[in-house]
């Protein structure tokens, strides 16, 4: 669902621009409420992670693929304010250097990618977690139907800001018909990932799973008629893993993933394109302005083997990615140091 420059006309993707840096500055803040010294580094992994997954397209119909959006995943391991952030450094990562996403839409493609996706599918989430029984299984339910009603509520998005300023005059209703059912079907996949991913964090250290936060009810005792909480134990619960292991395991994960298996992705366009294409919406598409970049396409320059330039490609994405993005998610915990150092407390 990258929008590529042309799509949108100057003055909606000026307005997406200001609702993209408004709420990056509201993320920013509240990410530092969310990120603490265990964290911080899982939310620059995150990013990488999902960098990687992008890259691997699968088929939902004929001549149709769908990939990983994140921003379901991201809410849910790191929070909803980390997870705006770390879709949008993957989305600049993409911009830049891959010349993926057009960069006059780069506000365009934040507030349909990050913040839609993200505040929608954590909205569901803990709606759902409100409801169901407070157990892990729950967590991965609710996991699963939040990724799910994320990416059509994208496409939904899509169609409101090209209703608004697309620059080719196409029927919307059209439009949102072609978008949102392709997008159901991707919405499957999403669900599928984010679930699995969730799941397996879990299963390891759920400690450092933002939605699965007061997971465990407190036991009950009866004391005189009434019932009471029980003290909490003393002692946390092991984990099965530590940070560090976790961290280097799903760092390898996405280097395998976007440096070998990306290379047997679907190589059919993505419900974006292909809605484009089908309904004409692309006609005014514009070159990219990083179109010269050597990585543009996800491919190296001036190396013609062509799984050797897209896994270097790729490991060089989720490299850069998770360095910006743990710079990030680094500076932002140093500034709730200093926010709640003993000076600005009056200690």
Same mark, same amino acid.
Request: glycine share 10%; charged share 15%; with cysteine.
């Given at each position: ?10 003055? #909606?993707?000026?307005?997406? $621009?200001?609702?993209?840096? +408004? =709420? /990056? %500055?509201?993320? &920013?803040? !509240? ?29 939902? #119909?004929?001549?149709?693929? $769908?990939?990983?959006?994140? +921003? =379901? /995943? %991201?809410?849910? &391991?790191? !929070? ?42 954590? %909205? ?224």
């Amino acid at each position: 669902m990258h929008v590529p420059d042309g799509f949108i006309d100057a003055p #909606a993707s000026a307005v997406t $621009g200001v609702v993209a840096a +408004g =709420a /990056l %500055a509201v993320s &920013l803040r !509240g990410a530092r409420r969310e990120l603490d010294e265990r964290t911080a580094p899982l939310a620059g992994l995150v990013a990488a992670f999902i960098f990687a997954v992008q890259m691997l397209n699968f088929p939902v #119909a004929a001549g149709t693929s $769908g990939h990983l959006l994140g +921003g =379901a /995943l %991201a809410a849910i &391991l790191v !929070g909803p304010y980390t997870g705006v952030l770390c879709v949008s450094v993957v989305l600049l990562m993409q911009g830049v250097l891959f010349a993926d996403g057009g960069l006059t839409a780069l506000g365009v493609n934040i507030t349909d990618m990050a913040i839609v996706t993200t505040v929608v599918s954590y %909205a569901v989430f803990r709606a759902l977690l409100a409801v169901l029984p407070r157990k892990r299984r729950s967590v991965t339910i609710a996991s699963f139907v939040a990724a799910l009603v994320s990416v059509p509520a994208a496409a939904v998005a899509f169609t409101l800001m090209y209703a608004v300023g697309g620059t080719t005059d196409v029927a919307i209703g059209k439009v949102a018909t072609a978008m949102i059912g392709v997008h159901v079907l991707i919405g499957i996949g999403e669900a599928v990932i984010t679930a699995l991913t969730v799941s397996a964090v879990i299963a390891v250290r759920p400690d450092l799973v933002h939605g699965a936060r007061g997971l465990q009810q407190r036991l009950k005792l009866r004391v005189n008629g009434t019932l009471v909480d029980a003290p909490a134990p003393t002692a946390p619960v092991a984990a099965r893993t530590s940070r560090r292991t976790l961290w280097i395991s799903g760092l390898v994960a996405s280097l395998v993933l976007a440096g070998f298996v990306s290379f047997y992705a679907s190589a059919d366009p993505d419900g974006l394109e292909k809605v484009a294409r089908d309904q004409g919406i692309d006609k005014r598409t514009e070159q990219h302005a990083a179109a010269d970049s050597p990585l543009a396409g996800y491919g190296v320059k001036n190396v013609s083997n062509a799984r050797l330039s897209g896994g270097v490609a790729g490991v060089i994405g989720v490299g850069v990615t998770v360095v910006a993005g743990s710079a990030v998610f680094w500076a932002v915990r140093r500034r709730r140091g200093a926010d709640v150092s003993p000076v600005n407390t009056g200690v």
